[in-house]
């Protein structure tokens, strides 16, 4: 069974750093991408950053230039550094690893992230 577990959520002032994590039960090369998606009381979940089995990234406008998405290949893990947090980034982020060859997705179980003071 496929499992994808998060990790390093938590409270932060404005302006602090978190970095998340996300560790796969198999090759994170199974997966045609991997992505951090999140979702904030009474609103839609939304990407937040994808990694692409060839490594590309791609990020939300909200987000760039202050999110990093990376991955370690051997640790099966995937991470999400968050840079100068605002309040609006407070959601439940969860990890997503797609794997389209068989149309599955898998989510982790989520990690809060709140930033405020």
């Known amino acids: 069974q496929v499992q994808l577990v998060e990790s390093g959520g938590g409270l932060v002032q404005p302006g602090g750093s978190l970095r998340l994590s996300c560790a796969a039960s198999i090759s994170i090369f199974s997966f045609s991408s991997m992505g951090w998606y999140r979702q904030a009381p009474g609103k839609q979940r939304e990407l937040v950053a994808i990694?692409?089995?060839?490594?590309?990234?791609n990020y939300a406008d909200s987000v760039k230039g202050r999110f990093t998405i990376s991955r370690d290949i051997i640790k099966r893990t995937v991470f999400l550094q968050m840079n100068s947090l605002k309040p609006e980034d407070t959601a439940v982020y969860y990890c997503?690893?797609?794997?389209?060859?068989?149309?599955?997705?898998?989510w982790g179980q989520g990690t809060q992230v709140t930033a405020s003071s």
């Open positions: 990694i692409t089995n060839g490594g590309s990234t």
């Open positions: 997503n690893g797609n794997r389209s060859s068989i149309k599955l997705d898998y």
